[in-house]
């Protein structure tokens, strides 16, 4: 591969690449030194480099950045300047600078809000199945893609999208505004948002620990050595101690420690759709 010290990440004719440094004058180095490779590369391949559609973003903590405010990183391709982002959209999601997810979920809520309002204006003309398929099909999704990547998102950003969920739920029971969500979702048999992200990535870590995602994955998650015969730990993880709030949103460490919560039983399940319709029953264990 063309480049030595970046990590590419590729889809179709996209192209994401990141380095990591504690320093900003290596940053803006190695930054300027390897999309000058890249376009090199391009070059040579009759490829050309859309310098209008590059962009770039320094992620980390707020107090992390806080203290480079002063410092600009400028990069440079073909003496053109290239903009610094506060936010980017990656295959539909939007990561922003500190990983906040805050942007992603402002996104979602618009989107929810305008299916919501659809349903709402059909909802008279059909009936409660029908107006089910539709949320499904039209508000559902939103809420599901991609839902373990950013999963660690707080609990001011997740009540906004369950207001939403519940909220769905009332127009499609035909139900008053004040009636109790709970009572509406239990009406429709759904579970609340936050369950059903534990659920997605309760399946995805199945999905690790039987070899059926990218070695990537896999190479996340170390098993837990145990030196006696105690019950109800064959299979679990090693889950790494959080120092930051970093770590606690990070998949290593919650997708570990939803493994681990699971019974033994579900997780030496047999195979996928097994261990799928067990987490049905068991979804109030993770």
């Known amino acids: 591969m ?3 010290e970046g990590l590419p990440r590729m889809f179709a004719d996209d192209t994401n690449i990141s380095f990591q440094s504690n320093n900003f004058d290596d940053l803006e180095r190695v930054m300027n030194t390897e999309l000058e490779k890249n ?3 391009l070059n040579v391949n009759k490829l050309s480099l859309n310098i209008a559609k590059t962009e770039f973003m320094v992620i980390g903590s707020r107090q ?3 203290t480079f405010d002063d410092h600009d990183i400028n990069v440079i391709v073909d003496k053109k300047q290239i903009e610094k982002v506060e936010s980017t959209k990656s295959l539909g999601l939007s990561i922003d600078e500190n990983l906040t997810w805050k942007k992603h979920i402002d996104d979602i809520s618009k989107k929810v809000s305008s299916g919501i309002s659809a349903l709402k204006r059909i909802r008279s003309f ?3 199945d029908t107006a089910v398929r539709v949320y499904q099909g039209l508000i559902e999704p939103y809420f599901s893609y991609c839902a373990p990547v950013w999963d660690g998102i707080g609990s001011k950003l997740s009540d906004k999208l369950q207001k939403l969920q519940n909220r769905a739920a009332r ?3 035909c139900s008053p505004y004040d009636a109790s969500s709970s009572s ?3 009406k429709l048999g759904w579970n609340n948002l936050h369950v059903n992200r534990k659920m997605q990535k309760a399946i995805l870590m199945y999905k690790v620990r039987n070899n059926l995602t990218p070695m990537y994955l ?4 170390v098993t837990r050595v145990n030196h006696y015969s105690l019950r109800n730990t064959n299979g679990k993880l090693f889950v790494p101690k959080p120092k930051t709030d970093y770590l606690k949103r990070s998949f290593s460490f919650s997708g570990a420690s939803i493994w681990n919560s699971l019974p033994e039983p ?3 399940s047999e195979s996928l759709s097994s261990f799928k319709r067990s987490l049905r029953i068991n979804c109030n264990s993770i």
């Open 2 to 4: 063309f480049l030595n």
């Open 39 to 41: 376009k090199k590369w």
């Open 64 to 66: 992390r950045l806080s």
């Open 126 to 128: 059909v009936n409660q």
């Open 171 to 173: 127009v499609i029971t």
């Open 184 to 186: 509406v979702l239990e």
């Open 218 to 221: 896999q190479d996340l998650f």
């Open 266 to 268: 579900l997780r030496l």
